[in-house]
T-cell receptor
Framework: EAGVAQSPRYKIIEKRQSVAFWCNPISGHATLYWYQQILGQGPKLLIQFQNNGVVDDSQLPKDRFSAERLKGVDSTLKIQPAKLEDSAVYLC??????????????FGQGTRLTVV | LAKTTQPISMDSYEGQEVNITCSHNNIATNDYITWYQQFPSQGPRFIIQGYKTKVTNEVASLFIPADRKSSTLSLPRVSLSDTAVYYCLVGDSIVNTGFQKLVFGTGTRLLVSP
């Protein structure tokens, strides 16, 4: 079974530039998550999709971050414009539909973003 | 308000059993308790999940007392490759959706030495 695919693996940009990350979840997984993980901290949930609808984006800085999940499969996360404090690893995860109280998610390897 | 509390770090030696305890005093009746493991430069990986009593798989055991206000992840005979950060999660319901968020805390950094 293929895992969660993310690209690119690494990205270096200057502050105020834009950047986009792509995620392809495991086939059949209806729930998709984007996390930001700053060095030394636990992953912080940015946005959670159920199919192509957003079920939680309470921690997403909406003035600069946006995410979409067209057709309920692939997803992109965009930052525009980037700030120095956005330097982090961006993780995508997915889980099966109808999980209810179950919380088994599968993570990609992440995209390491450095803003200079 | 944090939903779980874990030790920040633990040290162990190869071959020892490691027990990491997590407190979740406000756990809801229907919530499961889930543990993830994260190695450097990788995404978290699901280890084990339970609701009550004891759950065991090929990687670990999870002990949950009757009041469910805490849980203990037990790693038998750890090796150097078990050095990682371990996260304890409980359910975090998203209002009016029936779904749950996966909310990570700071985790427990386990260092296994030779």
């Amino acid at each position: 079974e293929a895992g969660v695919a993310q690209s690119p693996r690494y990205k270096i940009i200057e502050k105020r530039q834009s950047v986009a990350f792509w995620c392809n979840p495991i086939s059949g997984h209806a729930t998709l998550y984007w996390y930001q993980q700053i060095l030394g901290q636990g992953p912080k949930l940015l946005i959670q999709f159920q199919n192509n609808g957003v079920v939680d984006d309470s921690q997403l800085p909406k003035d600069r971050f946006s995410a979409e999940r067209l057709k309920g499969v692939d997803s992109t996360l965009k930052i525009q414009p980037a700030k120095l404090e956005d330097s982090a690893v961006y993780l995508c995860a997915s889980s099966l539909p109808g999980t209810g109280r179950s919380t088994e998610a599968f993570f990609g390897q992440g995209t390491r973003l450095t803003v200079v | 308000l944090a939903k779980t509390t874990q030790p920040i770090s633990m040290d162990s030696y190869e071959g020892q059993e490691v027990n990491i305890t997590c407190s979740h005093n406000n756990i809801a009746t229907n919530d499961y308790i889930t543990w993830y493991q994260q190695f450097p430069s990788q995404g978290p990986r699901f280890i084990i999940q339970g609701y009550k009593t004891k759950v065991t798989n090929e990687v670990a055991s999870l002990f949950i007392p009757a009041d469910r206000k805490s849980s203990t992840l037990s790693l038998p005979r750890v090796s150097l490759s078990d050095t990682a950060v371990y996260y304890c999660l409980v359910g975090d319901s998203i209002v009016n959706t029936g779904f749950q968020k996966l909310v990570f805390g700071t985790g427990t950094r386990l260092l296994v030495s030779p």
